[in-house]
């Protein structure tokens, strides 16, 4: 990593005013791993006038930036160390089922438990793993996924396919369809939730998503597909066609509805969790992104890509009373 920040402290220029925090020290460090710079901002080893910053913290005219150590030393070997050491294991990349791949788009089922981008505790993900596997430089996400959620994850190739597909997730011009196992059984079968959602509330040291007047507007239709037929079981099976792109916003949606997704450790209670465990095997959230519609940013063809439900859901389907079938389409 050669840098061309040699002191601890850097000022921001006229020319740098307005930047975002992490998108200004990209620019001004050479070479440096975007999930370094992301790990040491949120762990607040990155100082702004004293203070901690958001990665998307906008920046004044004259504000000093204090860097540690690893970002101003030029040394390239500790963020080398860091993306060899710290890349998810390549017999679960071989693994990684590609859905759909041209030279612009690549669509993979991204199997629950993998992160897709370091940062947040976690020193690499899925996008910097599959950088290095590929070869690809510009290789970039499109949108995510938690990391339990599994299922259709849109990468785009080069940077001018993920500037048209981030412009077509602005104006809402993707479809993204979920499934989810959730509590009881919701009714009507079909409808449209709308609420608003804001995040800061801290549980057990989690920062938690909520329902509030102060929120952004949050929009999911939702549909009954399965109903538990055997007596006792009170669980059902939804689609998910959400219409804005928060943060949990299906999960914390389906909470507040009286329908937490099962096994949700962050959102159902936890006798919730216990029950789905025993009765439907989920030990991990039990929520997929089934199928993805896009418009293909190069051809303007249309892209309907689907990805099977996961292994972990025969027994569940087994369990209510139904067998899961590979060809299955709503």
């Not at 199997?111 to 430089?137: F, T």
């Not at 009954?224 to 079981?233: P, Q, S």
């Not at 099976?237 to 299906?250: F, I, K, N, Y």
Request: with cysteine.
């Amino acid at each position: 990593m050669a840098s061309n920040i040699d002191e601890s402290n850097c000022l921001v220029d006229e020319n740098e005013a307005g930047s975002r925090l992490d998108r200004f020290l990209l620019r001004r460090l050479n070479g440096i791993d975007r999930s370094l710079v992301l790990r040491l901002i949120r762990k607040g080893n990155v100082r702004v006038n004293g203070k901690r910053m958001k990665p998307e913290g906008r920046l004044n005219l004259g504000d000093t930036i204090f860097l540690p150590l690893s970002l101003r030393s030029g040394e390239p070997s500790s963020t080398k160390r860091a993306q060899e050491e710290h890349t998810i294991p390549q017999h679960i990349l071989n693994s990684i089922e590609r859905l759909y791949e041209d030279d612009d788009l690549l669509i993979l089922n991204k199997p629950e438990g993998v992160v897709v981008h370091g940062g947040s505790g976690h020193d690499a993900g899925l996008i910097e793993s599959l950088k290095k596997q590929l070869g690809l430089d510009e290789l970039r996400l499109a949108h995510r996924l938690d990391r339990d959620t599994s299922g259709c994850l849109l990468l785009a190739k080069n940077l001018l396919t993920l500037r048209e597909l981030t412009a077509d997730f602005r104006v809402r011009d993707v479809q993204k369809t979920y499934l989810a196992w959730v509590e009881g059984h919701p009714y009507p079968y079909a409808a449209r939730i709308t609420s608003h959602l804001s995040k800061g509330v801290v549980r057990g040291g989690e920062r938690m998503v909520v329902s509030n007047d102060e929120g952004q507007e949050s929009v999911t239709d939702y549909q009954v597909i399965l109903l538990a037929e055997k007596e006792g079981l009170d669980y059902a099976m939804v689609a998910l066609t959400p219409h804005s792109g928060r943060t949990h916003q299906l999960r914390v949606q389906m909470q507040v509805q009286g329908h937490a997704i099962l096994a949700d450790g962050k959102y159902a209670t936890q006798e919730a969790q216990k029950s789905a465990k025993k009765v439907l095997g989920c030990k991990a959230l039990a929520l997929h992104a089934w199928r993805l519609k896009i418009k293909h940013p190069r051809t303007g063809a249309l892209l309907d890509v689907r990805a099977p439900f996961p292994k972990r859901w025969q027994k569940s389907f087994a369990n209510v009373g139904y067998e899961l079938c590979a060809e299955a389409h709503f």
